[in-house]
C-alpha cells in the first residue's frame, strides 16, 4: 500500500470511527426511556432491581455472586453512559460477566449491559476483541427478545464489530450474522432493515475485502434486503457495495434489479452516481446480456441527461455524471449502433455545437475522454449522408480544433480527435478548406512529432487526405 492509499484508507477509518461515536452518544440510555426490570414480578427481581438501582443488598438476604454482577453492570452502566471507554482498557472481565447476567428476563439488566458492550465496540480492537466469542449469544438474545430497542442495540454492536477490523468482521461473516438477522426479521418487521443495511456496509468498508464467497452471499442477501430500504444513505451504501462486489466478479450483477432500479425514479437523483456506476458494468456486457432491459436502461439514462443538462447545472459534480452517461453510451453503442440515434435525440445534442463559452462551462466534460470516445463512435457509425447532415448543423472542424488546442496534453484525447477529424475530411471534402483554414495543418505538423506513435500515423493519413 503506498503512502497515498495509506492515507485514504486512515481517513475513511477515521471517519467511520466517528460516525460509531456519534450513534453510540445518540443511543445512550435517557431517563425517558421505559422497559420494565422484570418480565416476572418475583421477590428475586425485586432483590435485583434494588441491586441495580440502589447498588445495595438487603441485610437479610445472602449476598451472592449474581447481586456482585449486578452491582458491577450498575456501575460499569453509569461510567460508561456518561464517559467514553478508554481504548486500552482491559474489558475481558466485564464481557465475561455482562454474558452471565444478560437474557435472564430483565429487560434494564439486558439494555445496560448491550449499552455497557456498544461503549467497548468504540475504542480500540483491544476493548472489541473479548466480545467475538459471545457472538453466537447476542444473536440468541436478539432472536428471543421481544424488545426491539434491545435487538436495534444488538444490530450496533455486531455493526461497530464489522467496522472494526478484518478480524471482527470475518467473526461476524462466519457466524453468518446478516443472513440470521435478515430471516429474523423480514416478515415481522421493517424498522430494523436499515440497522441491517449498515452491518453490510460496514462489512464491505473494512479492508481487506471479504473472500469470493462471502461476496457473493453478501451479494444476495442485498437483492433481498434492497426492497425494505428507507433513507439516501442506507440506500446507497447497499449500491455502493453491490458495485464493488460486481466489479470484481461482473457476472454477479442481476440484470432485474438494475432494471428495477432503473424503472423507480423515486428519489434516484439521490444515488444517481451508484446507478449509474453499476450501468457502466452491464454496459461492459455483450449485448444479448442486456438486451431484455436495454430499453428501460437507455430511458433511464435519457431522463436523467435531459435534466441536467436542460437545467443547465454547472457543478463539476452534474459534469463527471454526463461523463458517465457518455461512457455507457459509447459501450452500448459498440454492441448496438442504432444507439447512436437515440443519445443525439437528447440533450447531449447541445455538446456538438462549436461554443466557446459552452465549451469553458462544461470543462469538465470537454477535458474528458468519454466525451471523444462518444464522439468518436457516433461518427465512426454514421454513413457518409449522415455524416454530411452533420456537418451541416454542427460544423465540428472548428470546434475540433478549438478542443485539440485545450487538450494538447493528452494523448488519448489527441487520438479521438484525429480520428474524428480524419473520418470527417474523408467522407466530406469540403471540409478540407475548412481544416486548412483553422490552421489544422500547422497542428499537424507539430503532432507529427508527438511521441505517441498512433499519433504520428493518424497525422501522416490526414496529411494525404488534404494534400
Not at 438476604?61 to 456501575?75: A, G, R, Y
Request: aromatic residues 12%; hydrophobic residues 40%; negative net charge.
Amino acid at each position: 500500500m503506498n503512502i497515498v492509499q495509506k492515507k485514504r484508507e486512515e481517513f475513511s477509518i477515521n471517519i467511520r470511527k466517528q460516525k460509531r461515536e456519534e450513534l453510540f452518544k445518540s443511543k445512550r440510555v435517557s431517563n425517558t426511556q421505559y422497559l420494565p426490570f422484570s418480565d416476572i414480578a418475583t421477590m428475586q427481581s425485586e432483590i435485583y432491581q434494588n441491586a441495580y438501582y440502589q447498588k445495595q443488598c438487603p441485610n437479610n438476604v445472602q449476598l451472592n455472586e449474581t447481586i456482585q454482577k449486578i452491582f458491577k453492570i450498575s456501575e460499569l452502566a453509569d461510567a460508561f453512559n456518561q464517559h467514553d471507554c478508554e481504548k486500552n482498557y482491559d474489558t475481558s472481565s466485564d464481557v465475561d460477566i455482562i454474558f452471565d447476567i444478560i437474557g435472564k428476563g430483565y429487560p434494564v439488566l439486558d439494555r445496560a449491559c448491550l449499552q455497557i458492550l456498544l461503549s467497548f465496540t468504540l475504542p480500540s480492537h483491544l476493548t472489541c476483541k473479548p466480545i467475538l466469542k459471545y457472538i453466537p449469544t447476542l444473536l440468541k438474545f436478539f432472536n428471543e427478545t421481544q424488545y426491539e430497542e434491545l435487538q436495534q442495540t444488538v444490530l450496533f454492536i455486531f455493526s461497530n464489530l464489522a467496522a472494526d477490523c478484518y478480524q471482527c468482521r470475518d467473526a461476524i461473516l462466519i457466524y453468518e450474522i446478516p443472513q440470521a438477522v435478515f430471516q429474523a426479521i423480514h416478515q415481522t418487521t421493517n424498522e430494523l432493515m436499515n440497522d441491517l443495511a449498515q452491518i453490510l456496509i460496514n462489512i464491505s468498508r473494512t479492508q481487506p475485502l471479504m473472500s469470493n464467497f462471502n461476496q457473493i452471499q453478501m451479494i444476495k442477501l442485498c437483492w433481498q434486503l434492497f426492497p425494505f430500504l428507507q433513507g439516501h444513505e442506507y440506500i446507497a451504501g447497499i449500491l455502493q457495495l453491490i458495485q464493488k462486489i460486481c466489479q470484481k466478479d461482473k457476472n454477479l450483477l442481476d440484470m432485474n434489479f438494475l432494471s428495477s432500479i432503473c424503472q423507480d425514479h423515486t428519489n434516484s437523483d439521490l444515488y444517481l452516481n451508484e446507478i449509474l456506476a453499476l450501468i457502466k458494468i452491464m454496459s461492459y456486457f455483450d449485448r444479448n446480456r442486456y438486451e431484455q432491459i436495454e430499453n428501460n436502461i437507455l430511458n433511464f439514462i435519457i431522463v436523467k441527461v435531459n435534466k441536467i443538462l436542460l437545467n443547465g447545472n454547472l457543478d463539476k459534480h452534474f459534469q463527471k455524471q454526463i461523463n458517465k452517461m457518455l461512457s455507457i453510451f459509447t459501450n452500448m453503442i459498440v454492441e448496438n449502433p442504432k444507439i447512436i440515434y437515440i443519445a443525439l435525440d437528447t440533450n447531449i445534442m447541445q455538446l456538438f455545437r462549436f461554443n466557446e463559452q459552452l465549451q469553458e462551462t462544461y470543462k469538465e466534460i470537454f477535458c474528458s475522454i468519454y466525451y471523444f470516445s462518444f464522439y468518436y463512435q457516433v461518427i465512426n457509425n454514421l454513413n457518409q449522408s449522415q455524416i454530411k447532415q452533420f456537418i451541416q448543423l454542427f460544423q465540428p472542424i472548428q470546434q475540433l480544433i478549438n478542443l485539440l488546442d485545450q487538450n494538447m496534453n493528452s494523448s488519448d484525447i489527441i487520438i479521438d480527435i484525429l480520428r474524428i477529424i480524419e473520418i470527417i475530411l474523408q467522407q466530406d471534402k469540403e471540409s478540407i478548406s475548412v481544416f486548412i483554414k483553422q490552421n489544422g495543418e500547422q497542428y499537424l505538423a507539430e503532432l507529427s512529432q508527438h511521441e505517441n506513435e498512433e499519433v504520428y500515423k493518424i497525422c501522416e493519413s490526414i496529411f494525404e487526405i488534404i494534400n
